[in-house]
């Protein structure tokens, strides 16, 4: 029901905007969650937009460089990534729960397939 897709190789200090789309989601009736999970490290939170698109937030360690946003037209929600850095290099996954950002990949009822983000020169 949610599909991540826009990842790839990028070269350090470049850009990527991953999307998540959804089929049988009305993505506006959601918070809608970005994880991140990089070989032999946690996953992670990289960010969230509130269900009304009035309340973002990012993980300190890509605060100014990433930027979530919706379009509630085409029923999709984007993250723009520039200044990507090696250690951003992982799988990217979206993730929709009710109303409301959490920190808490388990509360988040619908989750995507990944897609990776290479960062490498």
């Known amino acids: 029901q949610l599909q991540a897709s826009g990842g790839g190789l990028v070269q350090p200090g470049g850009s990527l905007r991953l999307s998540c789309a959804a089929s049988?989601?009305?993505?506006?009736?959601?918070?809608i969650g970005w994880f991140r999970q990089a070989p032999g490290k946690e996953r992670e939170g990289v960010s969230c937009i509130s269900s009304n698109g009035g309340t973002t937030y990012y993980a300190d360690s890509v605060e100014g460089r990433l930027t979530i946003s919706r379009d509630k037209a085409k029923n999709t929600v984007y993250l723009q990534m520039n200044r990507l850095k090696p250690e951003d290099m992982a799988v990217y996954y979206c993730?929709?729960?009710?109303?409301?950002?959490?920190?808490?990949?388990?509360?988040?009822?619908?989750r995507g397939q990944g897609t990776q983000v290479t960062v490498s020169s």
């Open positions: 049988g989601l009305t993505l506006d009736e959601y918070a």
């Open positions: 993730t929709a729960r009710f109303y409301s950002c959490n920190p808490t990949w388990a509360l988040y009822g619908y």
